[in-house]
């Protein structure tokens, strides 16, 4: 079976920082691209970063120069850090593993940003 569980969610005030996790079982995880998502209150859905297989990374202009993802395929695990969060970050954020065949998606950790 197929799971991405991600943690490290939670309430943190504005210019703070988190450090989300996504730890993925039932994958070749290496074969995998591994991004973050997340979605706030009444809107859409919406990308955040990706770090690829070969490493390669590319982010959201909203998030840029704040966010960094890594993946250390060692333990299976991407990561989404933090830093300077602002309001407008609080979201529910999910984790996405892809390759050419397939797509699986995490349960959504809550991330609060107060002001």
């Known amino acids: 079976q197929v799971q991405l569980v991600e943690s490290g969610g939670g309430l943190v005030q504005a210019g703070g920082s988190l450090r989300l996790s996504c730890a993925a079982s039932?994958?070749?995880?290496?074969?995998?691209?591994m991004a973050w998502y997340r979605q706030a209150p009444g809107k859409q859905r919406e990308f955040v970063a990706i770090?690829?297989?070969?490493?390669?990374?590319n982010y959201a202009d909203s998030v840029k120069g704040r966010f960094a993802i890594s993946r250390d395929n060692a333990k299976n695990t991407v990561y989404l850090e933090m830093n300077n969060l602002k309001p407008e970050d609080t979201a529910v954020y999910y984790c996405n593993a892809f390759s050419p065949y397939r797509e699986y998606w995490g349960q959504g950790t809550q991330v609060t940003v107060s002001s």
């Open positions: 039932g994958i070749s995880f290496s074969d995998n691209a």
């Open positions: 770090v690829r297989t070969s490493g390669n990374t």
